[in-house]
Each structure stands twice: as C-alpha cells, then as structure tokens.
C-alpha cells in the first residue's frame, strides 16, 4: 500500500469531496464518488486515508454459519485487525443493506487501532452506538441482521466496487458530509495541491458573494481585477 504523505492528507483534511469531484472531473474521472452513503454523525471528522478493502459475496448458507467467526481467518475479521493505522477500511456489500457489515464492537476496534475510517455501500447494526464514538463511519442506512444473514466475506485488499466506485487498495478516501470518494492513488499528491489551492479561491469567493458581488468574473475568475481581490485577499488572510 502507498503510504499517504502527512503533508497531502492534511491538505485534504482541509478540502471538500465537492472541490475533489471537480479536480477529478477535469482529468475524466467521473464515477470516482461512493454513491448512496452519508455520515452516521453530522459531527464525526473529515476522512482521509489509504483504501484497505473487504468484498462480500452472497451468502452461502452451509459455508457461512455462525461458527466462521471462530476461525482466525475469517476475512471480516482479519480485515479489522489487519487495516492499518491511518487506512480507511472500504467494505463491498454489493449495495445491499438488509443485512450489517459490521457492528459498533468492530467499528470501535478499528477506532482503536488508530484505522482512519471505515465505508460500507450497506449498513451497520448499533448505529446509534456508532455516531456516537465520533469516529469517520459511512453506510447506506441502519441494519440489524447479522452480516452472516446474506453477506459472505470472502476477500481483503482486492479492488472491489463500493456504490459504484471503483476502490483499488491504496487509493485515498476522503469523506465529509456530503459522502466519500475516491481518489486514485498516483494522483492523490497532485489533487490534494490543486484542491488546496481551489478552497482558498472558492473561500474568497463565498465571501465575495456574501457581500453582495455578483458571480459574472468572479465565479470563473474571468474578470482581471477577481485575480486582483484575491490575491490580496490572500495576502491578508495569510491563506
């Protein structure tokens, strides 16, 4: 796995998956975005790390009882003690939420093993008790049954599909509000400087709009004098 840069993850910290979708979007990457999860919390933190992947196939009834999760090398299992600090745990539930792929005793493991997140396109069971560890955590909506009921896990960091996005094991997660995605590991240093760099603009821009200024040249900056404003705005605001 690539190790991500403290310097590009905390760019990204500072960065949104809106000014992200439209970096991406400029190099042809479109269906880069997780579709169909949201935070357990409105308050958890931005999530940002290295893609470490779980993939489910439907259950096989005789292969998948509850007995499995005695045995060390169950891949759930083995993916919550094997996601390395930092890393954000992705989990291919093949968009199917009517059965958990993990519960708040896992969710609170990866938290304590310093894991920077963790993203399902399914469900989690006790996902009341999960918003509120205040740790990074996505899903599609809450779900009781155990993951044993429909889901079979079956492999760990393999490039898997998460809502429609595909997930190479490496590339960087980042999540906020709006939801989470995926940013291809070759071009997660040169994202996280261009987002950057996008978020000051955009700042100034909210803050002009806030005054009043009317977005012809200022949002596209095609007027000489926005590139003006702006940079003196920076200068000002030491951004």
Not at 2 to 12: D, W
Not at 78 to 95: F, I, Y
Not at 162 to 182: E, N, R, T, W
Request: charged share 25%.
């Amino acid at each position: 796995m690539t190790k991500l840069s403290e310097a590009t993850r905390t760019k990204l910290k500072s960065v949104s998956t809106a000014t992200v979708a439209t970096a991406l979007f400029k190099r042809g990457l479109r269906i880069q975005m997780i579709q169909d999860v949201r935070p357990l919390s409105p308050d958890q933190p931005t999530m940002v790390g290295e893609a470490f992947t779980l993939r489910y196939m439907p259950a096989r009834e005789d292969l998948n009882t509850i007995d499995v999760f005695r045995d060390r090398s169950h891949p759930q299992r083995k993916a919550v003690e094997d996601c390395p600090p930092g890393a954000v745990l992705v989990m291919d539930s093949r968009k199917d939420a009517r059965a958990a792929s993990a519960g708040a005793i896992l969710v609170t493991r990866l938290m304590k093993r310093g894991v920077a997140g963790v993203v399902t396109d399914g469900g989690f069971r006790d996902s009341a008790e999960i918003a509120r560890l205040g740790f990074p955590a996505f899903h599609h909506r809450p779900s009781a049954p155990t993951n044993l009921t429909l889901h079979q896990a079956i492999e760990i960091n393999v490039p898997i599909g998460c809502g429609d996005a595909p997930v190479f094991p490496g590339d960087v997660i980042l999540g906020d509000a709006d939801g989470v995605i995926v940013i291809p590991a070759h071009l997660a240093d040169e994202i996280a400087n261009e987002t950057f760099e996008m978020t000051a603009f955009e700042d100034f821009v909210t803050e002009e709009v806030g005054k009043g200024r009317g977005i012809f040249g200022l949002y596209p900056a095609t007027d000489p004098r926005t590139l003006t404003d702006f940079a003196e705005w920076r200068k000002k605001n030491g951004r």
